[in-house]
Structure formats: C-alpha cells, structure tokens
C-alpha cells in the first residue's frame, strides 16, 4: 500500500502497530509528529517570500510564520538587505535616534510582527523569506508537500509518537534509526540545492 494522504497514512500506522485500541489516537500522533517537524526541520522546501508594503514600526509576520531568513527592501526603495538586530541592539539603536523616523538600518522580531528600526517615514516596500510552517494534514487537508517528498518519514516519525503505549516494543530502536536517516538525508538534500543558487524561493505569497 502506498502512502501518499492522510487517509493512506493512518491506515499503515494502524497496520503496523496492530493495536485497535490505539486507531481512535493517531491523528494525535500525526499531529504530535508534525510539531516536532516545525521544532527540527529548516529546510529549502520550506521557504516561502513574501511582499509588504509598511510606514509603521511594526509589520505583522505571516500567520505560518516559523522562523526569519531574511529581510530586504524593494528594488524601487535600494534592494538593501536589511541585518537582523538583537531586541538590545534594536532599542540602543532607536535611542540614539531619539526616536526620530528615517531610512531603515534593520529589522527584529517582537512576538508575532516585524520590528522595522528605526520607523521608517515614508511608505517602505519589503520582501522576506521565511520558513513557513509545514501544511497540518487531515481528513481535509489529504497531502502536503512533505507527504508527498518522503511519505517514509511522515510513517516512521508517527509511529514513534506511539511510544508511550508500546512500552518494551523492539521495532521502536529501528523505526528512531530510520527517522533520523531520513532527518538527516532530507537537511543533505537541502543544503546541496541551496549552494548554486542560494537566493532561489520557490514558493511566493503576501504578509
């Protein structure tokens, strides 16, 4: 059997734990499986650019926002990327400004919006990429691109959620070792198509 929905998915956890008392659980463990995904994996498959236009100090990230990769202003404003700035150095920064607005020197990360430093004045075009957050499958939302490049690592990573209930099982070594080759040839890949043309994005969408 192939594994490449959800439907598919839960149906081979099911097989392979054979425990009908745990089938009512694994869209906990695929769930489970997917917020690990978001803590682990920074990979090219999920960079995503995105567009804004702003005149105000803060700029609301995307709501599958993950993690910042980088930050540049719009041709028509330099092209210039813009450094990542600690909170510290953001607001030493803005001090020495005396609060005055002007053209922005960089950018930091407060909760869940974009700090611009300092403010700028005047309406500022900006492109990000960003790591955005794998697509949560279910009985709606049947694939995502990670379930369709390695429907081996969506199994071996769910069925390890199922721990707890197996106890002394002694597939549970060999279905780790296999999640961790996978984790490992899957960053591999990433890092070796980013080096020709590192500023590639594949994916583009607005704040």
Same mark, same amino acid.
């Given at each position: 059997?192939?594994?490449?929905?959800?439907?598919?998915?839960?149906?081979?956890?099911?097989?392979?734990?054979?425990?009908?008392?745990?089938?009512?659980?694994?869209?906990?463990?695929?769930?489970?499986?997917?917020?690990?995904?978001?803590?682990?994996?920074?990979?090219?498959?999920?960079?995503?650019?995105?567009?804004?236009?702003?005149?105000?100090?803060?700029?609301?990230?995307?709501?599958?926002? *993950?993690?910042? @990769? #980088?930050?540049? %202003?719009?041709?028509?404003?330099?092209?210039?990327?813009? /450094?990542?700035?600690?909170?510290? $150095?953001?607001?030493?920064?803005?001090?020495?400004?005396?609060?005055?607005?002007?053209?922005?020197?960089?950018?930091?990360?407060?909760?869940?919006?974009?700090?611009?430093?300092?403010?700028?004045?005047?309406?500022?075009?900006?492109?990000?990429?960003?790591?955005?957050?794998?697509?949560?499958?279910?009985?709606?939302?049947?694939?995502?691109?990670?379930?369709?490049?390695?429907?081996? *690592?969506?199994? @071996? #990573?769910?069925? %390890?959620?199922?721990?707890?209930?197996?106890?002394?099982? /002694?597939?549970?070594?060999?279905? $780790?070792?296999?999640?961790?080759?996978?984790?490992?040839?899957?960053?591999?890949?990433?890092?070796?198509?980013?080096?020709?043309?590192?500023?590639?994005?594949?994916?583009?969408?607005?704040?």
């Amino acid at each position: 059997m192939t594994v490449s929905s959800y439907d598919d998915l839960c149906a081979q956890v099911a097989d392979h734990l054979n425990r009908t008392d745990l089938e009512t659980v694994i869209p906990t463990f695929v769930q489970l499986s997917e917020a690990q995904f978001n803590r682990e994996m920074r990979v090219r498959d999920m960079m995503v650019r995105a567009d804004a236009t702003s005149d105000a100090e803060n700029v609301q990230l995307p709501d599958d926002w *993950l993690e910042h @990769y #980088s930050l540049q %202003l719009a041709p028509g404003g330099g092209g210039l990327f813009l /450094d990542y700035m600690s909170e510290r $150095a953001s607001n030493q920064l803005k001090s020495s400004l005396q609060g005055t607005s002007g053209p922005v020197m960089g950018y930091t990360v407060i909760g869940n919006a974009i700090e611009l430093v300092p403010a700028p004045g005047d309406n500022v075009d900006l492109k990000m990429v960003y790591y955005a957050r794998i697509p949560s499958l279910s009985t709606v939302v049947q694939a995502n691109w990670l379930l369709t490049k390695s429907p081996d *690592l969506y199994l @071996y #990573s769910t069925l %390890l959620q199922a721990e707890p209930f197996l106890k002394n099982d /002694d597939r549970l070594p060999l279905w $780790a070792q296999m999640r961790t080759a996978l984790m490992e040839a899957i960053r591999m890949e990433s890092e070796a198509s980013l080096r020709p043309r590192s500023g590639f994005v594949a994916r583009a969408r607005p704040f």
